[in-house]
Structure formats: structure tokens, C-alpha cells
């Protein structure tokens, strides 16, 4: 039963018909247009009942929000685009936590573009999260699905990483020609202690006298005791005791 899932691996396009193909005869490839933004996302259990949000791009702000995209170079048709969730570190696996939003279904996203479109933008995936004892549920429904199962003790439940495949068209208009994958960024839970965003909630002051020895209390948001370094910039240096 706990037989590891295949290794994801590069797949090359066999698709001769260089009326596809860019100058030179190149390749087509994917690119990552935007990241992933790494931290300040929470996973959703599929019993909270809630939405799961949408994972942000690395350039995402209040004021302008962005979402992770790619684009196709060296290509000009019609593209099927199928993205799922792998492991942190390599040989990537697929993750047992899933993908849900528009376009997904058994826990990744698959959805065809036509050629207008250059820069694909996914703006609808959330992340749904297996509890622990879940996993072994979720491996059955694998096997139910003919995908491989996969060996869960060697899974980081609080990490994921996005991958991106792509099926080109071939001669009679089906997308099915795969070109080599490319590998997100990690995406960190935000409720892991060892993989939250930090935060300052609150400071006492924020000036001291020339003389120093001032104390000053930071109140911090899920900062676990001796594994972190506090940092001052300024025009000078300072020197800190730091008390826990």
C-alpha cells in the first residue's frame, strides 16, 4: 500500500510542427511569470466549512492584488494547463493536501487556454489540507483514482510547492504533447510555528535616551523561545540584550 508515488520528472514535447515553436527552432518552455507569495497563507481543513482563500502572488498588496502566473515561450496555440501540489524537497512527489477552487477537481486544477492569452494568471486555487489521520483515506482514494500511492512518513504536512505541466496541442487539435514541468517556490502554512510570517503586534516605545539601557517590550505573533535574532536598523550600531 505505502509505495511511493513516481518522481516527477522532466517530459519532453514530441510535437514536431514547428508552426508552434518560436524563432530558431526553440523549445517550448514554461516560465513562472509570478511566485507564489512564501508565507502568510493559512491551509484550510475541508471541515471548517469555509473557503480556502487564494494563494497570493509575491507581489501581491492591498491595493493591488496579484496571483501566481506563467507564461509559455517559444509557443503560439491552444494550451492545456494542469497544476497539483508536491513535496518541498526533491525527488518531488505529489502532496497528499489538495487543491480546490474553480477549475479543481480530486485536488489539483486543470483548465485549457486559448492563444490570446500570454501571461496565465490563476487567481481561484486555495489549499486544502489532510489531517494526519486522514492520510490514509486520501492514499485508498488515490488508488481508487489508478494514481500511485505514496509513502505519507516522508511528508512535510506545513510545505508545499506548485506544479505547473502544460499539454500542447497536437496535429489533430487535442492538447497532449507535455513539455517539461517547472516547480514553485515553497508555500508555508502560516499556523506552523517553525513556518509562520513574523510579526510585530505591539512595541512599549519606540525612542530611548542617549545614555541607553532603556527597556523595550516586543509583543511577537508565534515566535517559538531561542530560535530567533532580533535586528535594528538605523544609522548606527546598537548593542541588545535580549531577555525571553
Not at 103 to 130: H, K, M, T, W
Not at 197 to 223: P, W
Request: net charge positive.
Amino acid at each position: 500500500l505505502f509505495q511511493f508515488f513516481p518522481i516527477i520528472r522532466p517530459l519532453l514535447s514530441q510535437n514536431s510542427d514547428r508552426k508552434f515553436y518560436g524563432q530558431c527552432g526553440h523549445e517550448p518552455y514554461i516560465e513562472i511569470h509570478e511566485q507564489p507569495r512564501q508565507r502568510g497563507m493559512r491551509f484550510r481543513y475541508k471541515c471548517e466549512g469555509r473557503s480556502a482563500g487564494s494563494i497570493p502572488g509575491e507581489h501581491s498588496t492591498d491595493i493591488n492584488r496579484t496571483f501566481p502566473s506563467i507564461q509559455i515561450l517559444n509557443y503560439f496555440g491552444k494550451v492545456k494547463i494542469r497544476i497539483t501540489l508536491v513535496t518541498k524537497n526533491e525527488p518531488y512527489r505529489p502532496h497528499p493536501h489538495q487543491l480546490v477552487g474553480k477549475d479543481c477537481e480530486n485536488g489539483y486544477y486543470e483548465a485549457e487556454f486559448g492563444p490570446e492569452r500570454r501571461v496565465l494568471s490563476f487567481q481561484n486555487l486555495g489549499i486544502q489540507c489532510v489531517k494526519k489521520r486522514e492520510l490514509k483515506e486520501s492514499i485508498i482514494s488515490r488508488i481508487a483514482k489508478k494514481i500511485n500511492p505514496f509513502n505519507v512518513e516522508e511528508y512535510d504536512l506545513n510545505v508545499v510547492r506548485l506544479c505547473f505541466q502544460a499539454f500542447l496541442s497536437d496535429e489533430h487539435g487535442n492538447c497532449t504533447q507535455p513539455i517539461s514541468p517547472v516547480i514553485s517556490n515553497p508555500i508555508y502554512d502560516n499556523r506552523a510555528p517553525n513556518s509562520a510570517e513574523l510579526r510585530i503586534c505591539r512595541v512599549n516605545k519606540n525612542c530611548g535616551t542617549a545614555k541607553g539601557g532603556d527597556e523595550i517590550f516586543l509583543l511577537c505573533d508565534k515566535v517559538q523561545k531561542g530560535d530567533w535574532k532580533l535586528e535594528y536598523h538605523a544609522c548606527y550600531k546598537l548593542t541588545l540584550d535580549i531577555k525571553e
